[in-house]
T-cell receptor, first 109, second 113 residues
């Protein structure tokens, strides 16, 4: 029940926007977003707990469509520091947790 | 040091040997997790623990054993290592349930020859 992320990779110029999608075949209770820099551990970005919930900090925000079992991560006016691999993670009402396969994001000057 | 630590950070072992990866957290978080990360598969849950003496299988538990006698420690043992277990292993913890933010350790890169 690993969620599917799209696109698998994206290259942006500084200042451009990007959207990363995460979809699941199972009903979702929560969606997490993490970013991982090369050679480092994943770092938490945000959690969305309710269908329709949107969250954001700085220029990174996310939405969660419970009915469609989808979440999207929005990065606006991208900065070089946004480069990394983004993972969504999903849980149902139990304790099982599944990460997506990741989206590699590269921001170039 | 406060936080979540893993040891060793790098390990090379031979096929058939037993190897134990250690995970220690100082927050007294209830939940702890073991993930493996492989190219093309992202992070996959091996085992998790809701509290001391309570463990359960994740997505890919075969070939692994865990125990949790103390809240702060969650070791992962490969009873007879195989080449397919070559991977980067991450330990993580969360305060209440997997629904809460997970904090990751720095990872252990394991190579089985």
């Amino acid at each position: 029940q690993q969620p599917v992320q799209s696109p698998q990779a994206v290259i942006l110029r500084e200042g451009e926007d990007a959207v990363i999608n995460c979809s699941s075949s199972k009903a979702l209770y929560s969606v997490h977003w993490y970013r991982q820099k090369h050679g480092e551990a994943p770092v938490f970005l945000m959690i969305l707990l309710k269908g329709g919930e949107q969250k954001g900090h700085d220029k990174i925000s996310a939405s969660f469509n419970e009915k469609k079992q989808q979440s999207s991560l929005y990065l606006t006016a991208s900065q070089l520091s946004y480069s990394g691999t983004y993972f969504c993670g999903t849980s149902d009402t139990g304790n099982q947790f599944y990460f997506g396969t990741g989206t590699s994001l590269t921001v170039i000057p | 040091d406060a936080g979540i630590t893993q040891s060793p950070r790098y390990k090379i072992t031979e096929t058939g040997r037993q190897v134990t990866l250690m995970c220690h957290q100082t927050w007294s978080h209830s939940y702890m997790f073991w993930y493996r990360q492989d190219l093309g598969h992202g992070l996959r849950l091996i085992y998790y623990s809701a509290a001391a003496d309570i463990t359960d299988k994740g997505e890919v538990p075969d070939g692994y054993v865990v125990s949790r006698s103390k809240t702060e420690n969650f070791p992962l043992t490969l009873e007879s290592a195989t080449r397919s277990q070559t991977s980067v292993y991450f330990c993580a913890s969360s305060e209440y349930t997997p629904t809460y933010e997970q904090y990751f350790g720095p990872g252990t890169r394991l190579t089985v020859t």
